[in-house]
């Protein structure tokens, strides 16, 4: 029973009695553990807390007038492929029987979200960024990502071939968006 520790004065902790054997003598004339280090860090002049002056930094009220000419600085945009991972072009024709250029890839937006995009003709566009209706998946799971990317892969290569313009297009793998997520995260290549 000695080696059970405090369970040998079980009826002292159950009535919140002080055990019989330890004695407290230090920190008597103070308050509760609780209040004691705030208490003590309010009171020591070395870490009172007190408002300080503090530098101010940020940009001028006014730009001065030999900058108001043309800037060399404009919106740099981003290139449209920025993101994407993987494209595929199937090259075919549409229904009239005119040359048509599909695009399909795979991108990795912001918050981790992968995302399936197809444009019809981008070359004929004002600008390559896709539009929000260019995409066809969205979502984390890069499996569902891969089978919508390949099913609207295989559904571009039928109808293209329905319409007499075979192409044999390598489908989308795994293993080709690992290599630069890996590079993206951890730097290899």
């Given at each position: 029973m000695d080696d059970l520790g405090t369970v040998e004065q079980a009826l002292h902790l159950i009535r919140r009695d002080a055990v019989g054997h330890v004695v407290v003598v230090e920190d008597l004339g103070e308050r509760?553990?609780?209040v004691v280090l705030a208490d003590d860090v309010l009171r020591n002049p070395l870490l009172r807390l007190r408002t300080g002056r503090e530098e101010r930094k940020r940009a001028p009220d006014r730009v001065d007038e030999s900058h108001s000419g043309p800037s060399i600085v404009g919106v740099v945009k981003a290139p449209a492929s920025a993101g994407r991972f993987a494209e595929r072009i199937v090259d075919g024709r549409d229904d009239g029987g005119r040359s048509e250029r599909v695009v399909i890839w795979i991108e990795r937006r912001p918050g981790a979200i992968w995302a399936v995009g197809r444009q019809v003709n981008p070359q004929h566009r004002e600008t390559e960024s896709p539009r929000e209706d260019d995409?066809?998946?969205?979502?984390?799971?890069l499996d569902d990502c891969l089978e919508a990317a390949n099913g609207a892969l295989e559904d571009d290569a039928v109808v293209s071939e329905e319409l007499g313009s075979p192409q044999t297009v390598k489908p989308f793998h795994r293993s080709e968006l690992l290599k630069p997520l890996e590079k993206f995260f951890f730097g290899r290549t």
């Open positions: 509760p553990a609780a995409y066809l998946w969205q979502g984390h799971e």
